[in-house]
């Protein structure tokens, strides 16, 4: 399931992105191609994002 990159901004949890990574290393064996990098990256920032909102939320 790749994310759609024209998507700003997260809606999904921190650990459902964390999730998603997750699953994409056991997927590629831990060996990323040009294209997985870029959606590795991508869930990275999304993930970060997510986990700030997080702590918005908290405080």
Do not use: C, H
């Not at 990159?5 to 949890?13: D, E, L, Q």
């Not at 650990?15 to 990098?37: Q, Y």
Request: net charge negative; hydrophobic share 45%; glycine share 6%.
């Amino acid at each position: 399931m790749s994310p759609d990159f024209s998507t700003p901004g997260s809606v999904r949890s921190a650990a459902e992105v964390n999730e998603e990574i997750r699953a994409l290393w056991r997927r590629t064996g831990g060996k990323l191609s040009a294209e997985e990098r870029a959606e590795y990256e991508f869930l990275v920032v999304e993930w970060a994002a997510a986990i700030r909102g997080e702590v918005v939320e908290a405080a």
